[in-house]
């Protein structure tokens, strides 16, 4: 019997949260949260979840240093990583990838490019393991 994938969300924003928390729902996904990055470091490492959503504009941390934590350690550095950010220059979403992350989509989250990227990544994974 497979598992269902675990997706790590981190969004500061309770809205944001409350809708992706039940789109994962229709889309078979277990889902953590989490509203600063301190705390996405420490459920990344104790739960290993499949994939990380990382909202960039969280109060704590920057989601870019949240990347770089999670790529400097051995046991979350393999975790896919989706940055999010409200920001549509070109230049942002590149800072994103050149931290560290597989991929980045804007917000408002559009379910479609959700969908995918989630997918893509998950498919990823569970093909590697």
Known sequence: MCRQPLVL????DPSYLELL?????????????????????????????????LDISISDLSGLQVIHYLRR??????IPIIGVTTLTKEQDGNSILLAGADDCITKPYHH????????CHLNQVHSYS
């Open 9 to 12: 969300v981190v969004e500061q």
């Open 73 to 78: 350690n051995p046991e979350t550095r393999m």
């Open 112 to 119: 479609h490019q959700l969908k995918a990227a989630i997918h």
């Open 21 to 53: 928390n039940s789109y994962f729902k229709l889309l078979n996904v277990s889902c953590i949260c989490a509203k600063q990055g301190i705390r996405a470091l420490i459920l990344a490492q104790t739960h290993q979840p499949d994939l990380i959503l």
